[in-house]
């Protein structure tokens, strides 16, 4: 019985070292998150892969009303885009000005909000026309962008999430986000879907999917291989994008420069 005892003891003492070994390999470490905490592992299939402008720094992702909206980011190459899913083609676009570096997209009762990475300035375009009818100041920096029907839902690169009032632009709610102890901090674009917010982290491959009453996270969904091995060439061409069909229950993830653009279905675990 010793023997055994201290068998198990051994083994336990091994698994210990490899996680901390696991721990300090990973980068950057405040998304190490997994590794510290109860965590809930979705999986994945692929339902459809579209077309997608590889020339696209995807920073934006919306699925409103049957149309795909689309901003894209870059000094000079910043844009709003409604794009034929089928197709990938560009339907409409309104290039946003240099020095602007466009980040994440959200629509609202008609509106298409639209965030600026460094500029502390948001556009506001008209949904139908991508005309731009008014802009926006906030403070920090601005990445992702989603709404809840009431207040509009930012990032900002950190781990902190906030709510805004559209028609003031007031902070109304700031949440943390955090996976049991760990700060799950570089979070991109967003996403609102059925009571969670879903979050692409910046350069990994998982999305996390978040309440937004207390910013804990609920789950985290690893898309690695997703996107065949040497579709994209630059460092930067990482999974951002994901939007939400609510009327017909789809949910669409795409890259910067990715050439294709995915339906997915999460399987959920719990
Ligand atoms: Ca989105």
């Known amino acids: 019985m010793i023997i055994k005892a201290r068998l198990v003891l051994i083994l336990a003492l091994s698994v210990v070292g490899l996680q901390c070994n696991a721990g300090a390999n990973s980068s950057p470490p405040s998304n190490n998150a997994s590794a510290n905490a109860v965590v809930v592992k979705h999986s994945y299939q692929i339902v459809n892969i579209y077309p997608h402008d590889s020339g696209a720094f995807t920073q934006g992702l919306i699925f409103v009303d049957g149309k795909l909206y689309e901003g894209t980011g870059q000094e000079g190459r910043s844009s709003l885009r409604e794009v034929d899913l089928q197709t990938g083609r560009v339907l409409k676009k309104t290039d946003v000005p240099e020095p602007f570096f466009a980040e994440g997209i959200t629509l609202l009762n008609g509106k298409i909000y639209q965030l600026t990475w460094k500029n502390k300035m948001g556009f506001i375009y008209n949904a139908q026309t991508l005309e731009k009818i008014g802009q926006f100041a906030y403070t920090g920096e601005g990445w992702g962008i989603t709404n809840d029907g009431r207040s509009l839902i930012i990032s900002d690169g950190s781990n902190?999430?906030?709510?805004?009032?559209?028609?003031?632009?007031?902070?109304?709610?700031?949440?943390?986000?955090?996976?049991?102890?760990?700060?799950?901090?570089?979070?991109?674009e967003l996403e609102y879907v059925n009571g969670e917010i879903y979050a692409n982290i910046w350069h990994d491959q998982r999305i996390v999917t978040i309440d937004?009453?207390?910013?804990?996270?609920?789950?985290?969904?690893?898309?690695?291989?997703?996107?065949?091995?040497?579709?994209?060439?630059?460092?930067?061409?990482?999974?951002?994008?994901?939007?939400?069909?609510?009327?017909?229950?789809?949910?669409?993830?795409?890259?910067?420069?990715?050439?294709?653009?995915?339906?997915?279905?999460?399987?959920?675990?719990?």
Do not use: C, M
């Not at 805004?164 to 760990?182: E, M, N, Q």
């Not at 065949?228 to 994901?242: F, K, R, S, T």
């Open 212 to 270: 937004p009453q207390n910013g804990r996270v609920t789950g985290w969904i690893d898309l690695t291989g997703l996107l065949q091995p040497g579709a994209v060439q630059d460092e930067e061409a990482v999974l951002n994008g994901i939007a939400y069909d609510q009327a017909n229950n789809r949910l669409f993830v795409t890259g910067k420069l990715w050439p294709q653009l995915f339906e997915i279905k999460i399987k959920r675990q719990s």
């Open 160 to 188: 902190r999430i906030k709510f805004l009032d559209p028609d003031s632009f007031r902070v109304t709610k700031t949440i943390a986000v955090t996976d049991g102890p760990a700060s799950v901090d570089q979070l991109n």
